[in-house]
């Protein structure tokens, strides 16, 4: 099913406005063993770092709302720009007090990207096209990733990564310069948003208290998040140290769960906009991602190669491709005028599964047990949650 024509160009910016964030500060992590060793400082250091920028995002996110139902859409993708830019800029200093305050601007791009996006193609694309467009529209983080693993250690070495991160500021900059002449089509000035948006700042997370399907959507996310996380944080260490793959061959298979995940999300994206189901289609990829889970756990050394690379692609398929459908429900449970609001309050607690998985599955390690069982106990996780977001069964009308 192909995009309305009202819906395409503010699908085209949500997702351009996070490719080029993603590009800014995943080259930072990329690029970290390179940038360590011209400072003189311990690699380590980007765990604290990037766990900072999303410490940052969090209240962002609650006031992202606020913020982009007050001055536009299109104005909070400007901020990202302008954000992720001046971070790029700050780090590409050396000086360790600019790097450590680069941290403020890569976590208000974070924390306000995914409210803008979901605002501008809430208010652009129809209903029945909304799960397509979402998963198009946040679709651009996951490019921009992959991207920057793709091409950042080719620039890195032609032109150094403070070159690099130089280069991803300046092309946020025009960026943001070029998106000046959309603002009168797309962000036409409406007094029914603003009043929305003087509201209290309480009102993200009582959002989210107020309305049982947001609910149900807000805890979904907080644990697939967290799965997804801890598989991409682990996945190559357990590719490499159980099933005895090389780190090149362990690094093939993570690119294939990234480029599987994205292949997937807009695949799924288009079956929810055909079916009309998208909360089925939701549900039943969360099944999808527990099976997945469960299978990775029954990875040994005796398994080949190919088969290995193969399982990382399904697996990644399924795990790394709810965000969009997810968020599509989110603003249809809020509505088009409480877009921003609802998706920055789920973005709030998306970003704590982004904290505790990880940390979970590490302490499930720290305690003696094997990858096997951090995959099976979130395995346990994603299938409740997807049996909580699955739709309620259709009741037929009893006869008269």
């Known amino acids: ?20 964030v993603a590009l800014a500060m995943a080259s930072v992590q990329v690029s970290a063993p390179t940038i360590a060793h011209s400072l003189g400082i311990a690699v380590g250091w980007i765990g604290p770092f990037v766990a900072l920028c999303y410490a940052v995002a969090m209240p962002v996110s609650l006031l992202a709302g606020s913020f982009v139902l007050q001055y536009g859409a299109i104005r ?29 601007g890569y976590g208000i791009a974070l924390g306000l990207s995914v409210p803008a996006g979901s605002q501008l193609i809430a208010r652009h694309a129809g209903s029945r096209e909304l799960p397509l467009a979402m998963s198009l ?54 007094p029914k948003f603003h009043r929305v948006a003087r509201r209290g700042l309480a009102e993200p997370l009582t959002l989210i208290r107020d309305n049982p399907e947001l609910r149900r959507l807000t805890f979904a996310a907080i644990v697939f998040a967290s799965a997804q996380l801890s598989l991409v944080v682990y996945l190559v260490a357990y590719m490499h140290d159980v099933a005895g793959l090389t780190l090149v061959a362990a690094g093939m298979a993570f690119a ?3 480029s599987a995940g994205i292949a997937n999300r807009l695949l799924l994206g288009g079956v929810a906009t055909a079916s009309g189901r998208p909360r089925l289609i939701l549900g039943l990829l969360g099944f999808g991602m527990a099976m997945g889970l469960a299978g990775a756990a029954t990875l040994s050394p005796g398994w080949p190669t190919a088969m290995v690379l193969l399982g990382a692609a399904v697996l990644g398929s399924v795990a790394m491709s709810w965000n969009g459908l997810l968020f599509a429900e989110v603003v249809r449970a809020a509505g088009v005028r409480q877009a921003a609001t609802a998706t920055g309050a789920v973005s709030f607690v998306t970003f704590i599964g982004l904290a505790t998985g990880p940390g979970t599955f590490g302490l499930l390690l720290a305690l003696g047990h094997d990858y096997a069982t951090g995959f099976l106990v979130f395995a346990a996780l994603v299938t409740v949650a997807s049996a909580v977001v699955m739709p309620k069964p259709r009741v037929a009308p009893e006869a008269t």
């Open 137 to 190: 529209g946040q679709s651009g983080m996951s490019i921009g990733r992959l991207a920057t693993g793709l091409i950042v250690p080719t620039l890195v070495l032609a032109g150094g990564w403070t070159g690099m991160l130089a280069a991803w500021a300046a092309l946020a900059v025009l960026l943001a310069l070029a998106l000046e002449r959309w603002r009168p089509r797309l962000d036409p000035s409406t």
């Open 256 to 258: 294939a769960a990234q």
């Open 76 to 104: 909070g993708g400007q901020v990202c720009l302008a954000a992720a830019g001046g971070a790029a800029l700050l780090f590409a200093t050396g000086s360790p007090p600019a790097m450590l305050a680069s941290a403020l």
């Open 1 to 20: 099913m192909r995009l309305s024509r009202d819906a395409m160009p503010s699908v085209l910016i949500a997702t351009a406005v996070q490719v080029v």
